[in-house]
């Protein structure tokens, strides 16, 4: 294949995906690499001296420069894309095949094709996933295996991308000696080869945007949607992007993110998993903010409700989606009690955002979908809920970061932790990042929370409810344990349960912990390079 001048491919494209990477596809690519890198790169350090100020007691505020934004009443975002108006159940997933016809044939109203968190960014996942997006869109996906046919319904789900966050590379992809931004990357490829065929078939290109800490991360979203629509000619505006409200910074610059892309929003989501995440991880420094058990942190905690409600607020303000949280519970078989209680909670989950004022929820599993259906059927009987204003929601910076989450840390928590790090970790260097643990579908969000929690633990010394201190010491067997069981897992490496756990037992002695595993553990995927870039970011 002949490549554009300054771009260079570490790795030839995978069987099929040679269309793909087109040289005119490359093309494109370059531009959006040459025009906004650099100041991806200038954000990226911003994050740093950001985490700095945190660290040194300075703590996060509605910013003051921007006070005008938020009280302006002059300013609404787009209105709802062709397909975009009642979203008020989003299945997502990874991209194969099977998992993309699934999803659209499953009755949710959109479909999220996920490049992000529940995917493993191997190369063949990258490219063929994008070949697999574009047959979808064009109804060439049907295929046969093993007697099974796959094919598209007549009417299938609305579909949305998430492309990776800013903080990622691809760096099987090198311009002027730079790997370039896994996030253009995605949004590159999937717009260059799909946004025309989208408009003519009566949609558009639709993004969910992950990971963003600062309203400027939101302009250079809204820049290099401008000029993708002006490269190829389409009309301005026909981009619509979801913002997941998923970091701790970027809960006090809601407003600011929606106004920055207004011509482009649908609205922002409650990224409750990972928001739970960067509440710990950017308050690293305060021994007050370390939390008990994974699973006590849940939506009613103080920090998370006052988030939730300033969301919905915000939102309808503005006149856009107030998107709720994932669902992340499978079928339990063989044990109908248990499975009635864990779709009880589902529908406890449902009907509290539905009567907070969401306008849609997430579900992994396409058994949920009719739960989450029912419950807003039955409570939202237009397409949304833009009218629900939520007046007398007041929202304070001290309240989105409360750090008083009720609960303890237990044994069995700790282990919890380990297992499920250790779990997903080797699941992901395998290629797979969407993982069943003890009947949730989970993503690299519930590892990275498993993460840092541990490693929270042993730096302030925390104890178990049982009068244990929480040590490296203390957490080595239990390691070693997990790791045995883990390793006895089908399609689980055993190698690959070594990797992640040196990996973790370095988190937990580290002074700070990473900022992602994704980024540590990237030296290790199919197409990347040598092991030993993780290793040495771990140790």
Not at 67 to 76: C, K, L, N, T, Y
Not at 101 to 123: C, R, V, Y
Not at 134 to 144: G, L, N, P, T, V
Not at 334 to 341: F, M, P, V
Request: charged share 25%; with cysteine.
């Amino acid at each position: 294949m002949s490549l554009p001048s300054g771009v260079h491919l570490t790795t030839p494209p995978p069987k099929g995906g040679e269309e793909i990477l087109s040289t005119e596809a490359l093309e494109f690519l370059a531009v959006l690499h040459r025009t906004f890198n650099n100041r991806r790169l200038e954000l990226l350090e911003n994050r740093k001296k950001v985490q700095a100020e945190l660290d040194k007691g300075k703590p996060l505020t509605f910013l003051p420069e921007t006070a005008d934004i938020r009280s302006s009443p002059g300013w609404q975002c787009a209105p709802p894309g062709p397909g975009l108006e009642d979203r008020r159940v989003e299945i997502t997933g990874p991209t194969d095949r099977k998992m993309v016809i699934n999803a659209l044939n499953s009755g949710a109203k959109t479909f999220m094709a996920d490049f992000e968190d529940s995917n493993s960014p191997t190369w063949s996942n990258m490219v063929l996933g994008q070949v697999n997006l574009r047959d979808a869109i064009r109804r060439q996906i049907d295929f046969e295996i093993s007697g099974k046919a796959y094919k598209l319904s007549p009417n299938p789900a609305v579909l949305l991308v998430r492309p990776r966050g800013w903080h990622l590379d691809e760096p099987r992809v090198i311009i002027d000696g730079q790997p370039m931004s896994g996030s253009l990357f995605d949004f590159g490829l999937y717009f260059f080869h799909n946004a025309a065929e989208l408009i003519k078939r009566g949609f558009g290109p639709y993004f969910y945007l992950p990971k963003m800490e600062h309203h400027l991360e939101a302009r250079l979203w809204n820049d290099a949607f401008s000029l993708s629509t002006s490269k190829l000619g389409l009309p301005q505006g026909c981009i619509r992007a979801t913002v997941l409200i998923e970091t701790l910074p970027a809960a006090f610059q809601m407003e600011e993110i929606l106004y920055e892309l207004r011509e482009h929003s649908a609205g922002l989501n409650c990224g409750r998993w990972d928001y739970i995440f960067s509440f710990i991880k950017k308050q690293r420094a305060h021994k007050n903010c370390v939390f008990p058990d994974r699973s006590d942190v849940t939506m009613t905690v103080p920090f998370m409700d006052a988030y939730v409600r300033l969301l919905i607020q915000t939102c309808h303000k503005r006149k856009v989606a107030a998107m709720g949280g994932m669902s992340a519970q499978i079928p339990i078989k063989n044990d109908q009690a248990a499975n009635d209680r864990a779709m009880a909670k589902v529908k406890a989950d449902k009907l509290r955002e539905v009567t907070a004022g969401h306008d849609g929820t997430w579900v992994a599993h396409p058994a949920l979908i009719k739960i989450a259906m029912d419950v807003f059927d039955e409570h939202m009987k237009g397409p949304n809920q833009y009218f629900v204003r939520r007046e007398d929601v007041v929202v304070t910076d001290k309240q989105i970061a409360d750090p008083k989450v009720p609960g303890k840390i237990t044994e069995q928590g700790v282990r919890d932790n380990v297992s499920a790090a250790l779990s997903y970790c080797a699941a992901w260097i395998s290629g797979n990042g969407c993982v069943p643990i003890n009947h949730l579908m989970e993503d690299a969000a519930t590892a990275e929370i498993a993460r840092v929690q541990l490693w929270q633990w042993v730096k302030y010394g925390s104890k178990t409810d049982s009068g244990k201190t929480i040590t490296a010491a203390y957490l080595q067997p239990i390691f070693s344990e997990e790791s045995s069981k883990v390793s006895n897992l089908p399609g689980i490496d055993s190698e690959h349960v070594k990797i992640a756990s040196e990996y973790m037992i370095g988190q937990v002695k580290a002074q700070w912990p990473s900022d992602f595993l994704t980024t540590d553990l990237m030296g290790h995927l199919e197409g990347v390079g040598t092991a030993g870039t993780a290793r040495k970011a771990a140790l």
